[in-house]
């Protein structure tokens, strides 16, 4: 069932264009979306998992050396050619299948100037309607996708939401993390204050922002309004901290088991685990790990 925003429904944007640093050398001229786990791409589980909140219209934010991903999302003629030629209905179906997952748009972010400035590209695409932002060093696994959650809370609240989960001391220094009131719902908080990359000692709880967001369109002049911050980027959490003067935000600890990909040994960690969810793999690789956990 498609997810609905009033009379029209909802636009997700993806921001991709950032350096992706913490991958170098990988990706000097690859983008860090298109890192496989097993056989697919971190950003095809994202797209996925947008369309299977019921979300058909999505805006990539791509910039320079992204272009793997437009073609990934493309129709690759010679290819689906060589798989009718050998008959492989199966793959063909697959490939095929990737082209027509949903309606994706492309807008540049000329200068990666942070990610609150990649959402803010997506102005033009967005209009005036509230929107999710989902973003692709997160992957999540949920019997209701992670983004649907939210859309459901957003539909019930119609304010901005924001998913967040307790994040252990000894990495709160690497989130955004929120203060809170009194819960209103199950799972659901009034966010009172925001804080980017806090000590363990400045935290103001453990609930830590990761990407997904339901964001209301008044989140665009916040960004404009907001200066760089942490790193000299023009930050989401400090849009969100401006948002905050004008409109309620909502925390929402979100049910399922997200897998962070941002850096190279949290994406190995997930590589391991996606594939011992498949069954084609799990009793090979679970093998194989005993062995080198014996050697
Ligand atoms: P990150 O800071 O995690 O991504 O931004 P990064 O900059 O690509 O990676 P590192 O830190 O250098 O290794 C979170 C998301 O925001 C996007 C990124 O593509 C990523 O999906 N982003 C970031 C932009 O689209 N534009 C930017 O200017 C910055």
Redesign the pocket.
Known sequence: MKESVGETMMKCVI?????????LPMTKNSP??MLPLVDKPAIQYVIEEAVDSGINDILI?T?RGKRAIEDHFDIAFELEYILKDNKDEKKLREIRKIAELADIHYVR?KQ????G??VLCAEKHVGTQPFAVL???DIVFSTTPCTKQLIQQYNKHKVSIIAVEPVPDTHIHTYGVIKYDDPIDDKLYPIVDLVEKPTKEQAPSNLGILGRYILTPAIFDCIRNTKPGYGG?IQLTDALKELLKEEPIYAYEFYGTRYDL?NKMDWLKTTIDVALMRQEFREELLEFLKQKITS
């Open positions: 921001p991709a264009a950032g350096f992706g640093t913490r991958f860090k979306e934010i910039g972010q990666q100037l942070g990610l400035h990649a973003l692709g060093d980027e941002g």
